[in-house]
């Protein structure tokens, strides 16, 4: 569905972020545009001749429309920022609610929705290190759910939270496709269920981590440095 105004497009964006990087957008957004609105002049028509005042105030519009975009941007871009930034700590806090609860086995991969899996990866990706995007949602982004960065290179993630189907070798393929086609350092394909042997194949070689459940569960249980969720979860 789509949503009504750039504002709220604009909110979507800034929750995806990093919380500080949206906070930091809606400062320095608001210093920039608050700067063009403050300095942009226009055209006192008053002391111009009467023949001259039209070809004066049409001169003039281009200024006058920058001025009043400016003056209405200074308030809702760092708005949207801010807005944003917000459900960013919460989506923030509810990631790492989410790996604690996993990790700790109360709560198990297979009843996570397909938004709090993706939350799951995206703070596991956090805590080794990399700058975490994510993209996923009702429009994913060429079928990547997250964007990785970690020293100077990018990284793709692609999530099949499927509890009762094998991953194939066409999904990792495609997948492939995309990661080629952006020219990134390499990918992670991360499923809560198993993949095939000739997707297992097809990855041997490449600069992609197949990742499926039970590794991911073992992971997240190294990573609170515990590893009886393996026989919990299943």
Known sequence: MARDSIFE??????????????FLFAFFSFVIVHTIAVHTVTV?????????????ITASIPQQLIKVLATFGQVILPMAFVFGGVISVIKGRRGKKLFNQVASCDESINRLSWQDFERLLGEYFR?????VIQKGGAAPDGGIDIQLRKGGET??????HWRAYKVGAQFVRE???????????????VTSGVYTKEAVRFAQGLNIMLIDGKALRKVIALDRETSSCETVVG
């Open 155 to 160: 990284y793709l993630v692609q999530c099949k």
């Open 9 to 22: 497009d604009l909110i979507v964006l800034a929750s995806k972020m990093p919380a500080w990087v949206s």
């Open 175 to 189: 997948f492939y496709g995309v990661m080629a086609s952006r020219g990134v350092a390499g990918g992670y394909f």
């Open 44 to 56: 006192d028509t008053s002391h111009i001749p009467p023949q001259q005042q039209m070809h004066a």
């Open 127 to 131: 805590r080794n290190g990399f700058y």
